[in-house]
């Protein structure tokens, strides 16, 4: 079955969750959390991409369960907000079974990806398995993307998994999640991340999403000027075609500035690049990387 996104016309927010909190609990929100400690469903969707000037999303996961991938389907079927789906199979286990239960859903033709939490997986070798690499390989030869959801120190990995499945389209999430704060220590993390993110950038079929930035720089002396430093990074490593934008709703809430500010953030980050390259960002980028038309 061919899968890709359909968007509607306008710009795609490549990074957005919904999430029923009863179904699928979120542990990691805290007391700190308030704002998104509640359910977020297609409506609340549908107001988000209005508010940023976007005419659809693509729907990630944020839970390791088939199950979530199939009601992540069903609000797409319900809803034209959701461009497709980045959902979840075992890689290590028996991938070929998950994603043959996910094609028996009406909505399978959104499901254009699979996302594991990597960040937080108890072995820090996840990404190296060779279950997993086989996994992912399966993925490429099955027309649907990999989005890799690392910490910094995991970017080598991710370019070792690239160099091993040259076949499978690769999305990093939130630019590897680079540690954006003020410290000496941190400023040198950030230089290990520019080093890293460049060489992963030499693998063609990877590409990038400007996500998930403004609340790793909320902490900075200088956020804005720690913002454009790591755009900059990324704009020089992969250029506009390889890369996209998304908001990480509803995550970006936990801003002061929303995800209004967000969206402000980034046209401004991008100013200087012509409306070619901005359209790529939006959505040329998205398209090509998880499939479907323009």
Known sequence: MAHGLTPLAGPIDAHVHCWDLVRTPQPWIDASMAVIDRDFGVDALAVHLAAIGAGSG?????????????????????STAVAGV??????DGDPAADLDRIAAHPASDRFVGVRHLAHIDPDPAWLSRPGVVAGVRALGAAGLAFDLVVRDHQLAAAAALAEAAPGTTLVLDHLGNPRLGSSSSETSSFDSWASDLCALAQHERVVAKLSGLVLEAAGAADPTARL???VGVALDAFGPSRLMAGSDWPLVLLH????????????DLLDALSP???????RGTAIAAYGGSA
């Open 58 to 78: 693509v729907l990630v996961q944020a839970d390791h369960s088939v199950a979530e991938t199939e009601w992540m389907l069903d609000l797409a079927a319900e």
């Open 276 to 282: 070619a390259e901005r359209e790529a960002i939006a």
């Open 228 to 230: 454009r430093e790591a």
């Open 256 to 267: 002061p500035d929303g995800a209004t500010g967000w969206a402000s953030a980034l046209d």
């Open 86 to 91: 980045v959902g979840w199979v075992d890689l």
